[in-house]
C-alpha cells in the first residue's frame, strides 16, 4: 500500500504567546496521520518557549533564535522539511479540524496540482463570531486586483515551491501574495479545496498588515512592478497595471479603516482616484468610502453585529 503523502508545516512566531498554543493544538491535533511540525521563533522575550517545550515531544522540531524575519523563518523550515507538501500557519492562525487531510486528498486526486487553497474563517480576537470566506476558482487576472487566496488554507507541493522558488527576504508584509504571482506567472496550477473550512484567520490591530498601511501599500506596489516587469505576463494582463496599482490602495484604505484610522483610509481612496479615476467603477471603492465616512469603530460595531446575525440565522 502506497503511504500518504508527508506534510510539513512550519510555524515562524515572535512574541506572540498570548495565541500561540491555539495554534500549535491546531496542527498536532489533525487526524492526519503523516504530519511532520517545525515551529521557528524568533527569539521570543515572552513565555513562547514554554509553551513550546510543553509540545516539544510532539513537533519535529523547535527552535527560538534571531532571524532575518517571517520570510527567513519560514524559508529555514521549509529547508528542514522533508514533506511531499508544504504549508506555513502563522502563530496567530490555526487550522480547522480535516485541513491537512484535505489538502492532502487534493494533491492525490489532482497530481497536475502545485497548490491548493479553500474556505476560511475569520474572527475578531475576543469575539466568538466567525465569518466563513469561501475564495473563487483561480484566475492571474482576479489575482492582480486582489489578493483573494486565504494564505492559511495554503498547500504547495514541494515540486511547485522548487520550481517557483523561496520567500523573498526582502518583503515584509506581501510575502505570500509575491509567491502566488510568481508560481501562476511560472505556470503551477493552483487548485481550489470545497467544503468546510481549512483555517481560522485571525483579525487584530497587532498584525502587521494593520499596524503598518503605508508599508503595506508600498510593498504590494513593489510586487506588482516586478510582476509585469516579467516578461512571462501576456500582453492581455499589462494594461491592468495601474488599475490593479489602484485596487491594492483600495485594500490598504479598508485595512486602515478596520483599524479605526478612517482619515488614513480616506487618504488612500484618494491615492487609488490618482493612479486611475477608472477605480470608481469599482463598489469595493464606494464599500470603503462609506466605511470611511462612518469612521473605523462604527465601522466595525457593524461588521460585527451583522456577523453575528448571520450566525443566528
Same mark, same amino acid.
Given at each position: 500500500?502506497?503511504?500518504? %503523502?508527508?506534510?510539513?508545516?512550519?510555524?515562524?512566531?515572535?512574541?506572540?504567546?498570548?495565541?500561540?498554543?491555539?495554534?500549535?493544538?491546531?496542527?498536532?491535533?489533525?487526524?492526519?496521520?503523516?504530519?511532520?511540525?517545525?515551529?521557528?521563533?524568533?527569539?521570543?522575550?515572552?513565555?513562547?518557549?514554554?509553551?513550546?517545550?510543553?509540545?516539544?515531544?510532539?513537533?519535529?522540531?523547535?527552535?527560538?533564535?534571531?532571524?532575518?524575519?517571517?520570510?527567513?523563518?519560514?524559508?529555514?523550515?521549509?529547508?528542514?522539511?522533508?514533506?511531499?507538501?508544504?504549508?506555513?500557519?502563522?502563530?496567530?492562525?490555526?487550522?480547522?479540524?480535516?485541513?491537512?487531510?484535505?489538502?492532502?486528498?487534493?494533491?492525490?486526486?489532482?497530481?497536475?496540482?502545485?497548490?491548493?487553497?479553500?474556505?476560511?474563517?475569520?474572527?475578531?480576537?475576543?469575539?466568538?463570531?466567525?465569518?466563513?470566506?469561501? %475564495?473563487?476558482?483561480?484566475?492571474?487576472?482576479?489575482?492582480?486586483?486582489?489578493?483573494?487566496?486565504?494564505?492559511?488554507?495554503?498547500?504547495? *507541493?514541494?515540486?511547485?515551491?522548487?520550481?517557483?522558488?523561496?520567500?523573498?527576504?526582502?518583503? *515584509?508584509?506581501?510575502?505570500?501574495?509575491?509567491?502566488?504571482?510568481?508560481?501562476?506567472?511560472?505556470?503551477?496550477?493552483?487548485? *481550489?479545496?470545497?467544503?468546510?473550512?481549512?483555517?481560522?484567520? *485571525?483579525?487584530?490591530?497587532?498584525?502587521?498588515?494593520?499596524?503598518?498601511?503605508?508599508?503595506?501599500?508600498?510593498?504590494?506596489?513593489?510586487?506588482?512592478?516586478?510582476?509585469?516587469?516579467?516578461?512571462?505576463?501576456?500582453?492581455?494582463?499589462? %494594461?491592468?497595471?495601474?488599475?490593479?496599482?489602484?485596487?491594492?490602495?483600495?485594500?490598504?484604505?479598508?485595512?486602515?479603516?478596520?483599524?479605526?484610522?478612517?482619515?488614513?483610509?480616506?487618504?488612500?481612496?484618494?491615492?487609488?482616484?490618482?493612479?486611475? %479615476?477608472?477605480?470608481?467603477?469599482?463598489?469595493?471603492?464606494?464599500?470603503?468610502?462609506?466605511?470611511?465616512?462612518?469612521?473605523?469603530?462604527?465601522?466595525?460595531?457593524?461588521?460585527?453585529?451583522?456577523?453575528?446575525?448571520?450566525?443566528?440565522?
Amino acid at each position: 500500500m502506497i503511504p500518504r %503523502p508527508l506534510v510539513s508545516v512550519v510555524t515562524p512566531s515572535y512574541n506572540q504567546a498570548q495565541f500561540l498554543e491555539e495554534t500549535v493544538l491546531s496542527v498536532l491535533n489533525q487526524s492526519y496521520p503523516r504530519v511532520q511540525y517545525h515551529v521557528l521563533d524568533g527569539g521570543s522575550s515572552d513565555i513562547s518557549i514554554d509553551i513550546l517545550k510543553r509540545h516539544s515531544d510532539r513537533l519535529a522540531s523547535w527552535v527560538s533564535e534571531k532571524d532575518k524575519g517571517q520570510a527567513d523563518a519560514i524559508n529555514r523550515g521549509w529547508q528542514k522539511s522533508s514533506g511531499d507538501i508544504l504549508a506555513y500557519l502563522n502563530a496567530d492562525d490555526q487550522y480547522k479540524p480535516g485541513a491537512i487531510a484535505a489538502a492532502a486528498a487534493y494533491f492525490e486526486k489532482y497530481p497536475e496540482t502545485g497548490i491548493v487553497y479553500g474556505p476560511c474563517n475569520s474572527f475578531f480576537t475576543g469575539q466568538p463570531e466567525e465569518r466563513t470566506y469561501s %475564495p473563487p476558482e483561480f484566475s492571474l487576472k482576479r489575482l492582480l486586483l486582489e489578493n483573494f487566496i486565504p494564505q492559511p488554507t495554503v498547500f504547495i *507541493r514541494r515540486q511547485a515551491l522548487e520550481k517557483i522558488g523561496m520567500l523573498d527576504l526582502s518583503l *515584509r508584509y506581501c510575502l505570500d501574495y509575491d509567491l502566488w504571482l510568481r508560481a501562476a506567472a511560472k505556470g503551477v496550477v493552483f487548485g *481550489r479545496v470545497e467544503g468546510p473550512p481549512l483555517a481560522r484567520f *485571525r483579525l487584530w490591530t497587532g498584525s502587521k498588515t494593520s499596524s503598518d498601511p503605508e508599508g503595506w501599500a508600498k510593498e504590494r506596489l513593489q510586487v506588482l512592478e516586478q510582476l509585469f516587469s516579467d516578461s512571462s505576463i501576456s500582453e492581455k494582463l499589462r %494594461p491592468l497595471k495601474s488599475y490593479a496599482q489602484a485596487r491594492g490602495y483600495v485594500t490598504v484604505a479598508y485595512s486602515a479603516n478596520l483599524c479605526g484610522d478612517s482619515i488614513s483610509a480616506r487618504r488612500y481612496l484618494k491615492k487609488a482616484f490618482g493612479t486611475t %479615476p477608472a477605480i470608481v467603477q469599482d463598489s469595493q471603492f464606494w464599500r470603503v468610502g462609506g466605511g470611511s465616512l462612518l469612521g473605523g469603530k462604527t465601522s466595525r460595531r457593524l461588521r460585527r453585529w451583522a456577523w453575528s446575525l448571520k450566525g443566528q440565522g
